[in-house]
């Protein structure tokens, strides 16, 4: 891994990274569980030009050479999400739901291509990503397939735990969401 480096793109400055990393995200998103098709990747590109508004958006992409092998995203939740409510199998307490818009930080993508798999991208592509975020906590989602049982495992290595099961919007799957707490400040 001493030849991938990681850039880091903040805010609308990500925008212009988008065409970049598209053909590692549509490799990776072909593979089970996702299986994702043009529509898939349609709508990835419409929400991810969503998600480049959000604050403390921020995008890390790895690279060997030129070539990108790996990114993650993600930017802090705000005061109006609708997260928590996502989950379908345990009730929050109102005031551990509750965001100031620098409460939680949120990991929307990590994601490494085939071959540079189990070399430690995706931990450093985690831990740049999570570089001075001053949030409380983090939180991600996580396909329950057994694919993604690699993915889950380092989650739990990282820190993170199981605190229920999301379904984000009407035809979406089922995702375990995970939250690790983080020493802000």
């Known amino acids: 891994m001493t030849d991938v480096r990681f850039d880091r793109y903040e805010s609308q400055a990500a925008v212009a990274q988008l065409d970049a990393f598209l053909p590692a995200y549509e490799e990776i998103y072909a593979e089970p569980p996702y299986l994702e098709g043009p529509r898939d990747i349609a709508e990835f590109i419409d929400r991810y030009q969503v998600h480049t508004r959000r604050p403390g958006m921020r995008l890390i992409i790895a690279r060997d050479k030129e070539?990108?092998?790996g990114f993650?995203?993600?930017?802090?939740l705000a005061t109006e999400t609708r997260w928590w409510h996502?989950?379908?199998?345990v009730t929050l307490p109102d005031a551990y739901m509750r965001?100031?818009?620098h409460r939680s930080f949120v990991i929307i993508e990590l994601a490494v291509r085939m071959a540079w798999r189990r070399r430690g991208v995706a931990a450093s592509l985690h831990a740049h990503l999570l570089d001075s975020v001053d949030a409380e906590r983090v939180?991600?989602?996580?396909?329950?397939?057994?694919?993604?049982?690699?993915?889950?495992?380092?989650y739990?290595?990282?820190g993170y735990r199981k605190i229920g099961t999301?379904?984000?919007w009407v035809d979406a799957p089922l995702y375990d969401c995970m939250v690790r707490e983080l020493s802000a400040g």
């Open 99 to 101: 965001e100031d818009g």
């Open 86 to 89: 996502n989950l379908q199998d």
């Open 139 to 154: 939180t991600l989602t996580v396909r329950p397939e057994a694919e993604a049982d690699p993915a889950r495992a380092a």
């Open 72 to 76: 993650t995203y993600g930017y802090f």
């Open 156 to 158: 739990l290595a990282w």
């Open 67 to 69: 070539e990108v092998v």
């Open 166 to 168: 999301s379904h984000p």
